[in-house]
């Protein structure tokens, strides 16, 4: 195989959306939850992660060293969605402070999903 499998990382705790995420991107990418550092690790192994979806409802503590990771260990470009409460601005400026592509409120992410992941994968 010349081309490592593409892949959707989905940093959240929400376990009820992974199966939604894994539906809309279908056959095309593999989604994979992730919640540490060594977790990303193993991903960026045998794989091309096309995209990293970043649930903001999660602890600081366990997206913001994940994002720093892709940030400083990809060579190449990977699309950072982060998604929260859109009431909470402040932690939504903080993603985009930290380099997220886009930053969208949790709602506007649902009802975008199946576009949002047709356009990356």
């Not at 540490?36 to 060293?65: G, R, V």
């Not at 190449?76 to 932690?91: E, Q, R, V």
Request: net charge positive.
């Amino acid at each position: 195989m010349n081309e490592y499998p593409k892949k959707v990382l989905v940093i959240t705790k929400n376990l009820m959306l992974i199966p939604r995420i894994e539906s809309e991107a279908g056959s095309l990418a593999k989604v994979k939850k992730i919640s540490s550092i060594q977790n990303l690790k193993d991903e960026l192994k045998d794989s091309k992660i096309i995209a990293a979806l970043i649930d903001l409802e999660d602890s600081d503590s366990t997206w913001e060293p994940i994002l720093k990771e892709l940030q400083t260990t990809l060579e190449y470009p990977t699309l950072t969605i982060a998604y929260g409460p859109h009431k909470n601005i402040a932690l939504m400026d903080k993603a985009k402070e930290l380099g997220c592509d886009h930053v969208l409120a949790k709602g506007a992410f649902l009802t975008k999903l199946r576009s949002i992941l047709k356009s990356i994968v």
